[in-house]
Structure formats: C-alpha cells, structure tokens
C-alpha cells in the first residue's frame, strides 16, 4: 500500500515581499502534515508553481483553475502536484477604496470587494491520478464555498492518511467523509505510461508530421518547448510525448510547467522537455537550438541550426500509413464515386490506445532482435549488462543512419538496456510484441486491414492496463453550486486546525497499521529471446563473395603452408582481391585458426610474409561495418604467428600488423573484452554444472527436431538470477568473488594484448596513439567512469621513467595512459574491485618496459634479413630535348577507379596496382612500371601527363595494396582528366619526396615563360641528385650519416649571395648579383673539414637548399651581429672564432634547431652528432645571439642526457654491452672537446673585445637551458 497524498498545502499572496510593481510573491500558509514522512522530504519552491504566471493581484473574482505540475527531486523522483486556485477578496486592501470615495454617504451596507488575491490547495503525492487529486482538492473547495457541514480538518486528515494499492490492477473505494465516493484503479503493470487521453490530443493539436518530428527530436535528445495558453495542456502534451517513447524512459529535464521566475532554464545546455505559457513566446521565440511547438496554432518551429534526424525507411513511411487510416479513416474512401457510410472514429480513450499501439509497433522493429547483441559481464550480485551497438547497427543495415546512431548512443537508451537487459525479471506488453510478433508485422505491412486489427488488439490490452476492472462502481464527488466563485460575500479560506489535523492523521494510520507494503512483489520470469538481428531492408543484395572466391582463398592458405610458392603466388592477388568482402574474411580467420590448432604455428619467412599481407589486406576495411568481428577474431592469431629471427629472438605476427587504426579505437577493444568475459563467465557456471554431476544433456535445450542447442550466457544467467534468493549468504559471496576473479583475470590478458598491438617495432614510431583524437575515449559510451588511478599512475610514469630514450619515453607513456584509460572504465563498469585495480595499473609500466626491451632485439635482428627482391625500375622513353630533372623514385600506382585498368566488369587483365618509379622530367611527370599481377605477363603500364596540365597535387595516407600497409602517398591531378595516384615505397624517405615536390612546383610554375620546356627545348638542364634512399628498415640516424657522407663527396662549395634568371636576347644566363653594402669577402662557402675551403660550385641537389638557407633572416642576424660566416677566405683580415655551419640543412642532426648553427671554429661537422647524442633532443651548445656593445655571447642548449634506473640494467645485461659503452666514451670525448673548444673561443673573444670584466675559472661549470 502506498499513500495518496504526501503532503496538503495551503499557498496564498504574500503582502510582505512585494517582487516589484504588478507583482508579488506566494507563500506557504499552512502544510499538512507539519513533519516530513521519512521516505518523502517536503519538494522545495512549491510557491513559484502554484502560479507560473507570476503571483498578480486582480479586479475581478475569476473562474477556479486546476492543473498538475511534476517537480523531480534530487533522487529523480517525480512528485505530482495538483494545484487548485481560487481567488478571495483581499481584505487589507478594501479599506483604502472607501476612503477614496468622496462625497458619499457611508451607509451601513458591507460595499463589494474590487480586489481579489489568488490563493492554492495543492496536494502533493507519488502516484500519478490527476482526476482524482481533481476531485479531493474539489470536494475540498466546494465544503469551503458552499459552507457544507463538514470539517476542513477531517477532509485534510482522510486525505493525508489515505492508503492505495499498488500496481497490479486491483481497485479501492474510498472516501474523505463528505460524503463522497470514490473509486481508484491500478494500472496492470506499472511499467506501462497511463495517458488517458493527452496522446489523441497531441495528434489533435499538432498533427501527424509534426509529432513524427518532436518524437524524433526528444529521441535524438533536442530541445523541444511547448506554449500555450492552458497550463493542463501543456501538462498533457508533455506527457503525451515522454509517452510515445515507451519503451524508453526521460531521462533529462522534465519540466510541463515551468514558472516566470525560472524561465532562464531555458539556457541550459542539456536537453530537456519543458511548456510554458504563451504569454512568454516572445521570449522563447529568440532560443537559437530549441524546437518550439505552439499547442495552440498546430505549429512547430525548427531553427535552421538543428539538423532533425528522422526515422529510417521503411519505418517512416509505414509509421505515417498507420496514423493515417487510425486518425483519418475516411481519408482512403474520400474518393469513391458511392463512399461507404462515414466510418466512426473510436472514442477518445480508445483512440488514444491506438495510435500508441503504432509506437509500440514502431519500436518493436526498431529495436527487433536486440537481446541477440546484450553482452553478459556479471551475474551476481547485480547483472552487469553492455549493449553491442556496432553488432545491432551492422546487421540492422543501419549504420549510416544517423537517427538509430544517435538513439543506441542516447541516455534513454542506456537506461533501456540496464532495466530490460536482465534475463530473468518482469515482463510486460512490449517484451511479447518484439519476442514474438516482428514477423506478424512484418507480413501485415501490406495489408491494411491486418495491419489495423493487430493495431487495435495491442490497443485493447493498453486500455485494459489502464482499466483492468472495466464494470466501475459508481462514483460520487459533490460539486461547487453553479457560479459559487461570483458570490459578492465569500469569507476567506479559514486557518486550519494544524493540531487536530495532525491528531487525526495520527488516528488513522494507527487504524491502517496492518496494510500490507507498498511495495507491490512483482511475478518474474524468463525474458524471451526472440529472434537475432536481421536487416531492416527486405532488398536483394548481391553476394559479393561466391563459394568459388572463397575457394581461392581457402587453396591460397593450404599453399602456404604446404610451401608451394609458385602456387602461392598465383593465387595471392586473386585471394587479397577476395579479401574485400566479408565472406572471405571470416573464411580466413576460420582457416588460420584451424592451422594454429594443429600446432603449426611457427613459420618460415615466406610463409610469415604471406600470412603478414593477407591478415593486413583484412584488417585495412575493419570498422564498425565489420562489428570488430574480424579484427577480434585475428587478434589471438597475431600472438600465435611468428618466426625465428635468431637463437631467442622470434618475430610475432602482431609486430607487422600494428598500422591499422582498428587497435586505437576504444569501442573495439571493450566490445571484445565483454565477449570475452561472457564467454568466460558462461564457463565458469557450465563447469560448475560439471562438477556437481549434473547430465550433460540438462545443459542443452532440445530444439522440436530431436536436436540440442547449448544453452547461452543469457540463458545460465536467468537460471542463476532464479536460484540466487535460495542462496545462502557464503555461496552468494564465494560466487560474487570467482566472477570478479573472471573479470580480472580477462582485465590482465588484454592488457598483454593491448601492449602487442600498440607497442610499435621500432619505438621513434609511435603514429597511432599520437594520430588517434583525445576525445575517442569518451565517444560511444553511456558510462560516467573516473580516470584518476590511470591519471596518477601515469603521471608517476612520467616523472620515474626509466628509459634513457626519449622517443622511447614518449611510446611507453602513451601506450601506458592507453590502457590505463580502458582499464579504469571496463573495470569499473564490471564491478572490479579498487585493489585489483591499483594493482592492474601499477602493473601495466612494467609490462610495457619490459616488451619495449624484448622488442629491441628483435627489431635489431628483423633489419638483417635479406631486402624483398622488388623490380628494376625501367627508364623511360624521353621525347626530343627532353631530359630527366629527378631520377625515379619506386612507387605502387593504385587503381584510379578506372575498369578497363583493374579487371573489372569489363574483364581484362588485373593491370593495377602496379610496381614501378615515378619521374620528372622538363616536360612531364611520367609513371613507368610492371603490373603486379604475375598472371598479366610481361606488360609495361606507363602514365604520364604534361607538368603545365598539374591542377592539384595533395600528400595522402594511402593503403599500399602489395605490402598491406598504410604509406606516404602523393595524389596528382591533372586538366587533362589524368589521375596519378601513388603510394611511396618504403625506402624513399620523406625529405626526399618533399625536394621532388619542391621541384615539381618549380618547373609547374617557372620565374619565367621561357624556361618552360617549349622554349628551353634541347638546353642543359642540371639534374637533381637526391639523397640516397634508405634499404629497408634503416634508421633515421643511419639516413642522416648517408647525408653526411654525401655531402663530404660534395667537396668544398660556394655559392653566391643571390641568384636571379634574367631574359637577354632570348637566352637564359645566370647573373651574380651583389647587394649594396656587401663587399667580396662576403662569400658563403659549406665545409665539413677544419681547414677552410676556397670558392667552389655547389651541386644542383645541395643548391636549392643552400639558396633558401642563405636567404632566411637568421643567417643575415649571424652577420649582422659577427657571429661569423659560412666559409672562410684567407684574405680576411681579422680571425673569425665562430662558424656558421650548414650541417643541420637536412634537420638531420636536430630538429628542433634552424638549418644554420653558429659553433666554434676549431670544431668539426663531422664530430657535431656525437656531441649531439649527449643532450636532449639533440639539442647542443651553440650561440644564438652577441651583444653589440659588450660582446656578451648567449648560448642555448637542451638537458644532459641521463640514464634512468631501467636504461643501467639493460645496458648492464645486454650483450653489446662493449660496444655500447665505448660509444658513450667516445661521445663523452667528443663532448669535453666540444665544450673546451667553446670556451676557449669564447675567452679568446672577449679578450679581443678588450672586456676586462671578464673573470676566468679553472673550472667552468655550464647550466643548460631548455628554449
């Protein structure tokens, strides 16, 4: 049993808090009872509801009003307040009339009352009967009015102590001892909303376009506000439309009536659904993101701002049919030439039914199947239930769908999946319909008048919820006399006795003593499964993979590993091309993971190469179209692959296929960690069963053909969620205690997966984690999880690292908050215990430390294997006085989209993706290669257009379709509709594809029209000579020593301040220009060796960028303060202690460092990188500025490098242990050297600056600092 009403309340105009000028407050006269009940608090700011218009003061007596506000409090409990408001003439103001009156006899009549004061009874409760607080607070006034011979505190006690069943369908009779008799009838399930009639209303006032859209908008969480003039039908429209959402439940805002005083909530930046009154539209109108719905013009408005998703077809369509033929039944007959007669509509309550009966249905197909993708975390002691949203989406062929998106990503849906994604529970009308009756709908879509007969069964059985007892008793509630309010002498409402109200209250809860509770049990059972998912489009869809393809790929895999390479490399391309569709990528994680049964899970290299590029070429198509099946299928076969790379060193499958964005994305990796758990919580119980000897075949349920299906996750739980009652205390714990001991054991093995997959190779990669968005963490998630045990633990990560490398520093952290991050929120959301999780993250370092370290012997080892034997690269044809500017960089052409070139549906040979070099020449950009496909033969594909013809040429991140990786690529378009389209290989490094387009926009956009190739036809063009490409899986710092290297053959260069190309007589001359001010001596001259060289020419591939050094202005800032210049000349009269070198043009020996550098004379370029490796980031002593005057020098530097504790043991236990340290002698040399040298010059310095403050030290201690 439940209360009727918790709390009576008296509110009348306050005099003594005027608000301002018309206006005033209300205030709490009298409340019953004068206590809060302990399970009910008194809601706070009743006064501003009772008048949500503004407490004003009238000169009229005006009709009573009622209507009903919903307040929620802090627990988001909703009370229903009835407000009933009356006027009484205002005594205190009466006095001040008579005497304004002049010139008048005073007779001894009473005069009428001219101003009147709004006053309330508002009564408070839980439960949601407005007609029945309408009649109590009724009965209330007319004793009032009336003057019946009844006592006010009588009434108010009834009232108060008043108990109701719960839900459940059974009735009350009851009555306030009025003389009354009322009569108060449960719904059947308390789950189902109870509308009345507001639904019918809504579609009355709105129609049916328009509800359609602010049921989408409240469903993908806008804002939408209701205006009227009647404060009950802004309570019935908003009730109306949370209503259209069962199953669904609000869960933001709810606010029917909304006071003046509180009209900024409007601004919140949540959404909500709230009425007003229409005489605040010209405020609400201004809303820029708020869909504002007039109730009483029928109209809606959606600003421009808000992109309103609506429902998916068919659904759409077939929602707007069934409102059509239940709302407007003459609509289809409206043009018969012999009409039948006029079709009555069902009665308002009825009809109301009905159209929620078409939501109902609506969401049945919405949501059909869904029980197929709820994930199973815990059983006990609460069901810990994730919904698999990609899995739903996915096989609901719904994934570009915005609306269905935005619904599964939604609060309300989450509150869904938590009350109705236990499997042992209460069920109610929606669970039969999406269990059972899909298909029925289904077969009805076509057939109207199914389709209405099924409408009107599922409306029978709402009506019957609502009225389970369909012969009432009759009721009987005295009304006011007719036109009562307009009595000239009405006495005001009288105070209220509050002790002897209090006394009877008292009295009769003592009399209800015996009620049962008002909590009603509720009959559970097992929820139906119903049927899987399966796509809301009945449309045929070609099969992309036939049972020939998958042959192909099945004969592609048993070829290797049989070693039958020329087999295997026939069949490869056509099995990579197979890879596309969805088939065969299953077909190939089932076929890998049958081999790795069978113990073959070592390979060769050959095979290890081939596995490689077939598990890549699946993963590059992985996302939310594939549910993460496939990827989470390969996950546990890239630990069981690999190969020996040396005795102890062995290469796992996971170190090649770490490139694909699918391991950075956090849906990914809690959608397979909850299978996982399920699958582990479904053993646990199944070995349970095993142990306490139970018959295998009670384990399985028998299907009507005699067979056995093994029973689920779901099924086991239901079971156990049945029994749990009968349990004693200890069993309940100990099972407590193995499922969270499931859960952490899973927490720990993922987290060993998560550190394969994102610990790269070679650790100064780290591409994903820096690419993937900071945001990704809470995309996709309806949980609220806190990260301040990942945050901490990384933090401390941070300040204790213990390796010596930088880069290295940088993977390990990234990686660590990673995982971190996912182990605080699936953690939490399991129900892992704080303990476990401390442990998990002090864990976590330590496993990424020590696979970053097993990691460096094998990337070391895997870059001696043999390079992969790639194609010549073919030179091409050049026409007359054409000639090569930049020699050939190897390149994959990829297809362009063009049939005729990929085998298409034009048939053909298999002509792209082909292998080759891409060219530039004075006249074009040209593309020289050989197809790939071995079966195309000996056939050369050769692309070229024009360089004047360039339109467009964009860096890219592209698939290479060979190596199955992600490479650098260039994408060039051209005015003559070419497309060339490139993926760069890997030993063509990035400053050689900057310098290529360096000079594919400088001959595309030449200083001058006759340097263009119709003009310069035939003339010496210098080539570009560009560094040497890296073989593969070379270091950055074995390329920046080939830099070096190269630049020593360069020899001793100079070349002018400027160059300009100047037109004489139709030729093209290079004239050395020398700037005003500037002498001979300033010549700018690259050395490398200590001895100054004399002028030379540079090479054309180190000029372009000696030219755009020269240029800048840090190097005009070197002269202007003497800092030095690039070469020395032996005619200069005064000795020069600095240098400018060049040796960081490249950024090879810093990056964060310019081009030029100014350092000691005496030092050597070639000694500048060892000296570099001593500091962070490179970054060595050199001086960035002079002081005119005094000569002061300013120098800049990065922090010493040191070894943290874990760098000592790996340098201690490695065994190039010998070879380490000598290099870090060597380099400690270079470094005593280089700060010798630099003193010494800057001693010598200040002495020929004649600075005698100067006071030198034997001892010189330099602090760096970090700019």
């Known amino acids: 049993m439940a209360r009727l009403a918790d709390y009576f309340i008296v509110v009348g105009y306050d005099h003594e808090k005027p608000a301002g000028p018309g206006e005033g407050l209300g205030k709490i006269i009298q409340r019953f009872p004068q206590q809060d009940w302990d399970d009910t608090p008194f809601p706070q700011g009743i006064e501003l509801f009772c008048q949500p218009g503004g407490w004003h003061l009238s000169r009229e007596r005006k009709q009573p009003?009622?209507?009903v506000v919903v307040l929620t409090d802090i627990d988001s409990d909703r009370h229903y307040c009835s407000c009933l408001t009356f006027y009484e003439a205002e005594i205190n103001l009466q006095g001040t009339k008579k005497e304004e009156i002049e010139g008048e006899e005073v007779s001894g009549l009473i005069q009428p009352a001219e101003v009147f004061a709004p006053k309330s009874l508002v009564l408070v409760s839980r439960l949601d009967y407005p007609e029945i607080f309408r009649a109590c607070l009724g009965l209330i006034y007319t004793v009032y009015v009336d003057s019946l011979s009844v006592s006010l505190e009588s009434l108010i006690a009834n009232l108060c102590a008043c108990l109701v069943p719960a839900a459940g369908g059974s009735q009350k009779l009851f009555s306030l001892g009025a003389g009354d008799r009322q009569l108060i009838q449960t719904p059947l399930h308390d789950s189902l909303?109870?509308?009345?009639?507001?639904?019918?209303?809504?579609?009355?006032?709105?129609?049916?376009?328009?509800?359609?859209?602010?049921?989408?908008?409240?469903?993908?969480?806008n804002k939408v506000l209701f205006h009227s003039a009647s404060f009950q039908r802004l309570s019935d429209a908003c009730r109306a439309l949370e209503s259209l959402m069962f199953p669904l439940k609000y869960s933001y805002p709810y606010i029917p009536i909304l006071p003046a005083q509180l009209l900024e909530v409007l601004s919140s930046p949540t959404p909500f659904i709230i009425g007003v009154h229409s005489i605040f539209k010209t405020d609400v109108h201004e809303l820029l993101d708020v869909i504002i719905a007039d109730l009483d013009g029928g109209t809606i408005k959606i600003p421009e701002c808000i992109h309103l998703s609506s429902l998916p077809e068919p659904l759409l369509h077939q929602t707007q049919a069934a409102l059509s033929l239940i709302l407007h039944p003459d609509l289809e007959v409206a043009d018969h030439a012999f009409p039948p007669p006029r079709t009555a509509l069902s009665?308002?309550?009825?009809?109301?039914?009905?159209?929620?009966?078409?939501?109902?249905?609506?969401?049945?197909?919405l949501f059909q199947g869904y029980r197929s993708c709820l994930q199973l975390i815990r059983i006990h002691a609460e069901p810990v239930i994730h919904f698999h949203k990609t899995a739903f989406l996915g096989q609901r062929g719904l994934v570009e769908n915005d609306f269905l998106t935005k619904v599964l990503n939604g609060m309300a849906f989450a509150g869904f999946v938590s009350e109705r994604g236990p499997p042992y529970r209460a069920c109610d009308l929606f669970d039969e319909l999406v269990a059972f009756e899909v298909e029925r709908i289904k077969v009805e879509e076509n057939n109207p008048l199914k389709m209405i007969k099924h409408i009107r069964e599922l409306a029978e059985q709402l009506f019957k919820n609502e009225n389970p007892n369909p012969h009432m008793a009759f009721q009987k509630v005295p009304r006011p006399t007719e036109g009562s309010h307009l009595r000239v002498h009405i006495l005001p409402f009288p105070k209220i006795n509050e002790a002897r109200v209090q006394e009877l209250i008292e009295e009769n809860l003592a009399k209800n003593q015996n009620a049962p509770p008002a909590t009603r049990v509720e009959k559970k059972c097992v929820v139906p499964a119903g049927p899987p998912v399966v796509s809301i489009m009945d449309k045929v869809v070609t099969v992309f993979n036939s049972a020939q393809r998958l042959e192909v790929v099945r004969n592609c895999i048993s070829f290797i590993f049989e070693n039958k390479t020329l087999e295997t490399e026939k069949t490869l391309p056509a099995a990579l091309r197979a890879l596309k569709g969805k088939a065969a990528r299953q077909c190939l994680t089932d076929e890998l993971g049958l081999h790795v049964q069978q113990?073959?899970?070592?390979?060769?290299?050959?095979?290890?190469?081939?596995?490689?590029?077939?598990m890549n070429c699946t993963l590059q198509d992985c996302s939310s179209l594939e549910e993460y099946n496939i990827a989470a299928a390969l996950l546990p076969l890239t630990s069981a692959f690999y190969r020996k790379l040396a005795p102890g060193v062995s290469q796992f499958a996971y170190t090649c296929v770490q490139d694909h964005p699918i391991w950075t994305n956090q849906q990914f990796w809690e959608t397979t960690f909850y299978n996982a758990v399920q699958e582990q919580v479904r053993s646990l119980y199944l070995s349970a069963k095993e142990d306490n000897h139970i018959p295998r075949v009670k384990q399985k349920d028998k299907l009507p053909d005699g067979q056995y299906q093994e029973k689920t996750a779901m099924d086991l739980a239901a079971e156990q969620l049945r029994l749990w009652p009968t349990l004693s205390k200890s069993t309940q714990q100990e099972l407590v205690q193995h499922e969270e001991s499931t859960v952490f054991s899973q927490a720990i093995h993922f987290a060993n997966l998560m550190v394969n997959l994102l610990v790269p190779l070679d650790t100064s990669k780290n591409k994903l984690l820096r690419a993937s968005a900071p945001g990704d963490w809470e995309s996709g998630s309806n949980s609220i999880v806190t990260n301040s045990i990942a945050g901490s633990v990384a933090e401390s990560y941070d300040t204790e690292s213990g390796f010596e490398d930088s880069e290295n520093s940088d993977v390990a952290n990234s990686v660590v908050r990673f995982i971190a991050r996912f182990i605080d929120k699936v953690c939490t959301e399991s129900g892992v215990t704080q303990d476990h999780i401390r442990s998990l993250h002090c864990m976590i370092p330590g496993i990424v430390a020590m696979h970053i370290e097993t990691l460096e012997a094998v990337h070391r080892e895997s870059r001696r294997l043999p390079p992969i034997q790639k194609p010549k690269i073919l030179r091409p044809a050049l026409l007359p006085g054409e000639e090569i500017v930049c020699e050939g960089l190897r390149v994959l052409l990829d297809p362009d989209g063009r049939e005729e070139a990929t085998g298409g549906l034009l048939g053909g040979p298999q002509l792209l993706p082909a292998e080759g070099a891409l060219f530039l020449t004075t006249y074009r950009i040209l593309f020289r290669g050989t197809p790939h496909d071995q079966l195309v033969g000996e056939q050369t594909v050769v692309r070229s257009f024009p360089i004047a013809s360039i339109t467009k040429e964009k860096k890219i991140t592209m698939q290479n379709q060979l190596q199955q990786n992600m490479q650098e690529g260039l994408q060039i378009t051209s005015a003559s509709f070419q497309l060339i389209k490139v993926a760069f290989d890997e030993?063509?490094?990035?400053?050689?594809?900057?310098?290529?387009k360096k000079q594919l926009m400088k001959f595309r956009y030449p200083q001058s029209i006759?340097?263009?190739?119709?003009?310069?036809?035939?003339?010496?063009?210098?080539?570009?000579?560009?560094?040497?490409?890296?073989?593969?899986?070379t270091s950055f710092r074995t390329f920046s020593k080939t830099i070096v290297k190269g630049a020593k053959k360069a020899g001793k260069m100079t070349i002018g301040r400027q160059y300009l190309l100047k037109k004489r007589t139709g030729t093209i001359i290079e004239e050395r220009v020398n700037r005003p001010g500037c002498n001979e001596e300033d010549d700018i001259s690259v050395s490398d060796d200590s001895e100054l060289p004399t002028s030379a020419t540079l090479k054309a591939s180190e000029k372009s960028t000696m030219e755009q050094l020269v240029e800048k202005a840090c190097f005009r800032d070197y002269q202007r303060l003497g800092l030095g210049t690039i070469s020395g000349n032996s005619s200069r009269s005064k000795p020069e202690y600095f240098r400018v070198t060049a040796s960081n043009r490249l950024y090879s020996l810093c990056r964060s460092y310019p081009g030029l550098l100014v350092i000691p004379q005496a030092v050597q370029d070639s000694s500048l990188p060892r000296v570099a490796r001593c500091y962070r980031h490179n970054r060595l002593p050199v001086v960035c500025w002079k002081n005119s005057r005094s000569g002061t020098l300013l120098l800049r530097s990065g922090g010493f490098h040191g070894k943290g504790v874990v760098g000592l043991f790996k340098s201690q236990n490695s065994p190039q242990a010998v070879s380490t340290s000598s290099l870090e002698s060597s380099s400690s040399i270079e470094q005593e050297k280089y700060l010798q040298a630099l003193l010494t010059a800057v001693i010598v310095h200040q002495k020929l600056r004649g600075n005698s403050t100067l006071t030198v030290r034997p001892t010189l201690a330099l602090s760096p600092v970090i700019m």
Do not use: W
Not at 347 to 365: G, P, Y
Not at 987 to 996: A, G, R, T
Not at 1014 to 1029: R, V, Y
């Open 1010 to 1033: 006759f340097s263009t190739f119709a003009f310069a036809a035939g003339q010496t063009t210098p080539q570009i000579i560009l560094p040497k490409q890296k073989e593969k899986n």
């Open 347 to 365: 009665h308002s309550k009825m009809l109301d039914k009905e159209v929620r009966a078409v939501f109902l249905r609506l969401f049945a197909q």
């Open 987 to 996: 030993e063509v490094s990035p400053e050689v594809v900057d310098i290529f």
């Open 599 to 614: 113990n073959r899970a070592i390979l060769d290299h050959q095979q290890f190469d081939y596995i490689i590029r077939m």
């Open 193 to 221: 909303p109870v509308t009345g009639t507001s639904v019918a209303l809504l579609f009355q006032q709105l129609g049916i376009q328009n509800v359609l859209n602010l049921f989408c908008a409240v469903l993908t969480e």
């Open 65 to 67: 009003t009622f209507f």
